[in-house]
Structure formats: C-alpha cells, structure tokens
C-alpha cells in the first residue's frame, strides 16, 4: 500500500512569512496527526484528526498555527507568522484509529517537510 | 499528561556487541509502548512495539520488555550491524496522545 505522503520536503522562509504543509494519509486512516520534531528531540503532538473532526489540539500555537482536514482525508497545516523557533521537521502520520478518537494502533509516518525560518 | 525520558541520548556499541535503551514513564494508564527508528533524513519507522498484557516481545535482533510495576521498558538489539545506526525513540500512549522520549542516538563501529 502507498504510505503517508508529504509535501513540499523542504521549505525555507523568513521570519513573519506564511507557509503551508500538505498531507495526505494512508487510504482508510481515520486518523491523521501532525507532529513538530524539533533537532535533537522527539516528536511532539501538535494536533490529532479523527476524521474530520479535531481530537486533541491542545499543543497547537493556536495564535499563529492552523490546521484542517476538511473531507476527513488530506489535511493542511499553517502557520502564519512564522518564527524563528518554528524551524523543525513537520511529521504527518496517520492509523486506522479507534472508536472515538482513542488509538493504540500503529501509526505510519511520512517523510516530513523540513521548515527552515530565517 | 504522560512524561516518558529516555537514556543514553547516545550510545557507541562495537559491531556484534548489544544494545540497550531504557525509558520511563509517568502515566499508569499507558498501555501502548512503540519503538520506532529514525535514519538521517527519513521518516521515523516502527521497529517493535509492546502492549501492556505482555511482558516481553522479539522479532529476530530486536526484543522489548515491559515492566508495568515499575513503569519502565527496554529496547534491545543483539549482534548489532552497522545499519542498526539510527535515532530510536521511544513510545508511550494510553487513552490520548502518543509521546515520545528525545530520542537514543546509537551508533555502530564496525
């Protein structure tokens, strides 16, 4: 089966710029999550999809990230301004889920998109 | 929320010797624990995971143990190759989010 797909790989922007990441899930996933994998660090949640609907967006900058998966299938994520210390590895992964939301399954990771800020 | 920390950060093993990566976490009701490997520029991949009525897991090189008591788990890779070098991190989810450790960087001489 065809994995998790990311796009662009590679992104380098100045500080206060908008920039976005495309996502698109394993076919079948209910769920799909975003995670910022700063250097040196592992990946941190920053908003989980069940379908369409937002499960846990508790560690999303809400001020100046946003995210959406409108059709429960691809999904975007933004972030508008940008700051220095935004500068990571956007990971996007998706799983089959569970009945509301709740997942111990194994969830499979795209490539990333590498965000350089400026 | 849950906390899992993982050590070493990094680790130098000689080819052929063993591995072992240990993390801990806080939240008694994690019942899922995944190790996943991290090549250089590529995407973190599942190598192993453990769920809580199980004690103990191994797929050929790789096991896992779990010790619910004491909240801890292990990750260990016998006779290592070089291609075992990567980023591994640790898992621990429950009814939430996944969290992860920072991360082990290990590192195979030949």
């Known amino acids: 089966e065809a994995g998790v797909a990311q796009s662009p790989r590679y992104k380098i922007i100045e500080k206060r710029q908008s920039v976005a990441f495309w996502c698109n899930p394993i076919?079948?996933?209910?769920?799909l999550y975003w995670y910022q994998q700063i250097l040196g660090q592992g990946p941190k949640l920053l908003i989980q999809?069940?379908?369409?609907?937002?499960?846990?967006d508790s560690q999303l900058p809400k001020d100046r990230f946003s995210a959406e998966r409108l059709k429960g299938v691809d999904s975007t994520l933004k972030i508008q301004p940008a700051k220095l210390e935004d500068s990571a590895v956007y990971l996007c992964?998706?799983?089959?889920?569970?009945?509301?939301?709740?997942?111990?399954?194994?969830?499979?990771f795209g490539p990333g998109t590498r965000l350089t800020v400026l | 929320g849950e906390n899992v920390e993982q050590h070493p950060s990094t680790l130098s093993v000689q080819e052929g010797d063993s591995a072992v990566i240990k993390c801990t976490y806080s939240?008694?009701?994690?019942?899922?624990f995944p190790w996943y490997k991290q090549e250089l520029g590529k995407r973190p991949q599942l190598i192993i995971d453990?769920?809580?009525?199980?004690g103990e897991k191994k797929d050929q090189r790789i096991a896992v143990t779990l010790n619910k008591t004491a909240k801890h788990f292990s990750l260990h890779i016998t006779e290592t190759q070089p291609e075992d070098s990567a980023v591994y991190f640790c898992?621990?989810?429950?009814?939430?989010?996944?969290?992860f450790g920072a991360g082990t960087q290990v590192v195979v001489t030949p």
């Open positions: 992964a998706s799983n089959r889920g569970a009945a509301g939301g709740f997942s111990t399954d194994t969830q499979y």
């Open positions: 076919s079948g996933h209910a769920t």
């Open positions: 999809f069940q379908n369409n609907g937002v499960v846990d």
């Open positions: 939240d008694s009701a994690s019942n899922y």
């Open positions: 453990i769920r809580s009525n199980v």
């Open positions: 898992g621990s989810s429950g009814w939430g989010k996944l969290q």
